[in-house]
């Protein structure tokens, strides 16, 4: 890598009432606090039948919406709107990968699973994540995508990952699609399975980064296993993108780019709860802070809240030590789980905090997680979450 970057300037905090954009097993759904982020209201939806698996806004144009979807009659694609999510149209050429090289086995993009906006220097460049594990770009704000075969045509992707037949449940994904603000060329990518893995030259060569992290499922596994990891969601601080978060398969850790190695903070958490789980939220101005939603991981992974009594924790002491924040969730027979695109937070003070329940809820924070109110019920299964900024 190369040599460490400058951290960034903490942006002023501003206040005001936010969107949330919601994807589903069967559609994407918008809601809209007041000013003060106490009320809320479902303001519309759209694609209602088809797998939304990510909607995303463009932080350098708001208007600008782009959602991962699977339809039936149209299999994977990606569709985009310029107005704020009024009208809609489907990309002209959506992620597909190349025809392979000889010798090499057909692959075909079940579902876009992942939409990351590029760096604030490159208006118009998206990355996608695919099932199977394939990464994509777009340089014109989402109508054309092209593979990006320095990752999809690796000679030694399969080993990473284990090939196409991943025993990933709902099948293997890309995702956490990470990009240093400070160097649009710095990019990093989960895969489940597979591994995290660093590129320092806008996707044509690429590097595992997973020492440090356990792997128990693998026979013979051990701390400084290059692949063959489960990472379920990576970030990166926004203030310090040389400290990154993980929530793995095995447990949640850190790393400072520069030790180049993951440390197992999770183990700091009460025993009685684990550190599994699938997703993790980074405080916007502190790289210390983040949130976890811990998961039941035992015996055939049940995949519901610990006991069915939903909770969120917080360090911030990057992850020394970790409190329980459960105020106004219930508090038994909640048999739900939060996925790993399912938690988002604003850049508010205090930070607001939401998640998407896999039994259609949305629940919200103004507060930093201190107490929790259900802004929306009876959607459907919830497959991602993200904050917009709202559009006038």
Known sequence: MSAPKHKLRVPRPKTGAVSLLVGTRKGAFFLRSDKERAGWQLTGSEFLGHVVHHVVQDPRDRKVILVAARTGHLGPTVFRSEDGGKTWKESRKP???????????????NHVFWLTPGAVAEPGVWYAGSSPQGLFRSRDGGKTWKPVNGLNQHPLLDTWTGGDKDGTPDGPKLHSIL????????????????GFFESTNTGRTWSPLNRGCVADFIPGWTLDMEYGHDPHQVGLSPTNPDRLWQQNHCG??????????????GENMPEEVGDIGFGIILHPRDPDTVWVFPMDGSSVWPR??????????????GGATW?????????????WTVKRQCMAQDAQDPVGLYLGTTSGEVWASRNDGKSWKCAARHLP???SVEVAGVVQ
């Open 95 to 109: 992620p597909a990968f190349d025809p392979p090289t000889e010798g090499a086995s057909v692959r075909t993009v």
């Open 304 to 317: 519901t809240s610990p006991d069915g009594m939903p909770a969120l924790y917080r360090t911030r002491d």
């Open 179 to 194: 990009v240093d603000p400070r160097d649009e060329s710095h990019l990093y990518l989960g895969m489940s399975g597979g």
């Open 252 to 265: 949640i850790y850190r790393m400072d780019r520069e030790e180049g190695e993951w440390v197992r903070v």
């Open 323 to 335: 409190e329980r924040q459960d105020r106004g969730l219930p508090k038994e027979h909640a048999w």
């Open 381 to 383: 299964h919830i497959y």
